[in-house]
């Protein structure tokens, strides 16, 4: 791991004669990526007012609007420079076929009386540019993730060289992130080696879901420096191997009152019944991506069934242990996977917790027994594998 993308001292410290670098930043038309160009101003924009219109073409005739609903220092131009994340619009200034921030948005508006916090907890993958997870042997895995007679995780929450890959990046995320202006909460190593998560909120409404939008900008800027790939795939080494969520926590004023538990406690049921439609909004595949994470194993929920747990990682929903002590508070919903799209998961949870609608998005249902198969198939392949390295 290097650092060959950083600006040169010699040009960062150069003068811009008094103008300002803002870059524009906007979620592509695939839904799940990132753009960005650059446009210089006269000036420093201190609001959002300050930000005009701008356009970009996602393909050769079409010809979008981006919006600016957000400002951010920027953290590798610095001062006075500035980061506007976006949303798209189309002819008539109406939202485009791929902007799900509009109509989040509306739902907030809708319960912004109720009050609705969120935060997540991003988790994700660091590779090498050969696309090899950063640190594993090239031609097998690394020691054993989980030790079952001692209960611990051998690279969650570690320290030291061998336990830990990627904290430089961790790191210089988290202040790439405090710098921009964004609520990030904390950071920390997670079950496979190379994989970390950050959480950021909470935070009210719609600024959860742009907040998480630019926070990943920012890491897929920073791991650029470093030559490294960020990946959020929510099972990317197949196997008796951890996966990869998004955790999102949520609460309305209700449940942070004095006696709220009651009103948690009935918001994870009725969350409970419509288990397979929320699926349809945890991942982009509507699904699919999830029914390789979700094994009840390794902190991941179950595929099959929606489960309320106190402190239990395996639940899909976990009321945390201080909470039920306070009898108010918050509760974790542990199915999105890290591949979300942050505004369909937090306007699937406020539709069906405060507004008591119905979801659109259908869910993409895989065969259980097909899918079971297949991860008995390839723990055996992992366990073959293992004992060939190790009895080469």
Same mark, same amino acid.
């Given at each position: ?45 201190? &609001? ?85 997870? *950063? ?18 995780? &051998? ?34 190593? $997670?079950?496979? *080696? ?9 935070? $009210? ?47 309305? $004023? ?40 979700? &094994? ?55 539709? &069906? ?11 993409? $249902? ?27």
């Amino acid at each position: 791991m290097s650092v060959n993308n950083l600006i040169p001292p010699h040009y960062l410290n150069l003068s811009t004669n008094g103008k300002v670098k803002v870059e524009y930043v906007w979620i592509s038309v695939t839904g799940q990526t990132l753009q960005s160009k650059t446009r210089t101003f006269d000036f420093e924009p201190k &609001t959002l007012e300050d930000v005009p219109i701008w356009t970009y073409c996602y393909d050769p005739i079409k010809e979008t609007y981006l919006k600016p609903v957000g400002l951010y220092n920027d953290p590798f131009r610095l001062a006075p420079h500035k980061i506007v994340y976006c949303e798209t619009l189309e002819k008539g200034m109406q939202p485009s076929h791929f902007n799900t921030r509009h109509r989040c948005n509306e739902v907030m508006e809708a319960v912004k009386d109720q009050h609705p916090w969120f935060g997540m907890e991003q988790e994700y993958n660091l590779l090498g540019a050969d696309k090899h997870p *950063l640190g594993w042997p090239k031609d097998g895995f690394p020691g054993p993730q989980y030790y079952p007679e001692t209960g611990l995780f &051998t690279y969650h929450l570690a320290q030291g060289t061998g336990n830990i890959m990627g904290r430089t990046i961790a790191e210089s995320h988290y202040a790439a992130c405090l710098f921009a202006g964004l609520k990030i909460a904390g950071i920390n190593s $997670e079950g496979l *080696l190379s994989q970390w998560e950050y959480q950021i909120g909470p935070v $009210e409404g719609i600024q959860l879901g742009d907040q998480v939008w630019v926070s990943r900008f920012l890491l897929h800027r920073v791991a650029e420096q470093f030559e490294v790939v960020v990946n959020f795939d929510p099972k990317i080494v197949p196997g008796d191997w951890c996966g990869a969520g998004c955790h999102t926590n949520f609460s309305t $004023e209700e449940m942070r009152k004095p006696g709220g538990l009651k009103v948690i406690l009935e918001a994870c049921e009725k969350l409970s019944t419509v288990h397979k439609e929320h699926l349809a909004y945890y991942d982009p595949a509507q699904g699919k991506d999830n029914a390789r994470r979700m &094994t009840g194993r390794f902190t991941s929920p179950p595929l099959e069934n929606c489960v309320v747990g106190v402190m239990d990682r395996n639940a899909s929903l976990r009321v945390p242990l201080l909470v039920e002590q306070n009898g108010c508070g918050y509760f974790e919903d542990r199915r999105p996977a890290s591949n979300c799209d942050p505004y369909l998961v937090t306007e699937a949870i406020v539709k &069906t917790v405060c507004l008591n609608r119905k979801l659109s998005r259908a869910y993409v $249902e895989e065969d259980f027994k097909k899918i079971q198969e297949r991860l008995e198939k390839l723990e055996i392949e992992n366990k073959e594998l293992k004992e060939k390295v190790a009895h080469p």
